[in-house]
T-cell receptor, first 113, second 112 residues
């Protein structure tokens, strides 16, 4: 099983550019999450989804957008990249509740210069 | 939002030593989870705790859900080189079925 797959693994953007971070899971999980991890810090929730067509803001949603058109995919979009968005981004999924084991992807390392 | 204070921030130990770390909150949680993150990878769940006072083991790892529901502890016995990494606590607040709050992590280094 692939689990949670994130692409790309690395990316460098210029200020003001836009991009989409891809996340796909093949475990038929209902809940999906996007986190960012700044150096030496824990994970902060950006957006989450409890099912196809349903998304909601987390702790740090500003500057990001998400969509969930299928159970498998949960892309994260940066519209106008800013240096403050330099971080490692993790996608995670779980079956029906956040207190169940969340399966994480390996992350996307994003630098904005 | 809720804050989770995790300590210590970093630990330097010798192989074979026991390790203790903890996580505290100003408010109560219904669930405590402990994750480990290896370099360049996403976090992996180690132990999940669902009831105040619960003590759960996973091999050399033991974690406890504090009686006050505001803290949790993780112990590692007889550390080995593969224990190196960052350990995160995470909590699910009452009514927060969809979301977890993560601590800032404890970085474990084993000195040869």
């Amino acid at each position: 099983n692939a689990g949670v797959t994130q692409t790309p693994k690395f990316r460098i953007l210029k200020i003001g550019q836009s991009m989409t971070l891809q996340c796909a899971q093949d475990m038929n999980h209902n809940y999906m999450y996007w986190y960012r991890q700044d150096p030496g810090m824990g994970l902060k929730l950006i957006y989450y989804s409890v099912g196809a067509g349903i998304t909601d803001k987390g702790e740090v949603p500003n500057g990001y957008n998400v969509s969930r058109s299928t159970t498998e995919d949960f892309p994260l979009r940066l519209e106008l990249a800013a240096p403050s968005q330099t971080s490692v981004y993790f996608c995670a999924s779980t079956y029906y509740s956040s207190n169940q084991p969340q399966h994480f992807g390996d992350g996307t390392r994003l630098s904005i210069l | 939002g809720q804050q989770l204070n995790q300590s210590p921030q970093s630990m330097f130990i010798q192989e074979g030593e026991d390790v203790s770390m903890n996580c505290t909150s100003s408010s109560i949680f219904n669930t405590w989870l402990w994750y480990k993150q290896d370099p360049g990878e996403g976090p992996v769940l180690l132990i999940a705790l669902y009831k105040a006072g619960e003590l759960t083991s996973n091999g050399r790892l033991t974690a406890q859900f504090g009686i006050t529901r505001k803290d949790s502890f993780l112990n590692i016995s007889a550390s080995i080189p593969s224990d190196v990494g960052i350990y995160f606590c995470a909590g699910q607040p009452p009514g927060g079925n969809e979301k977890l709050t993560f601590g800032t992590g404890t970085r474990l280094t084993i000195i040869p």
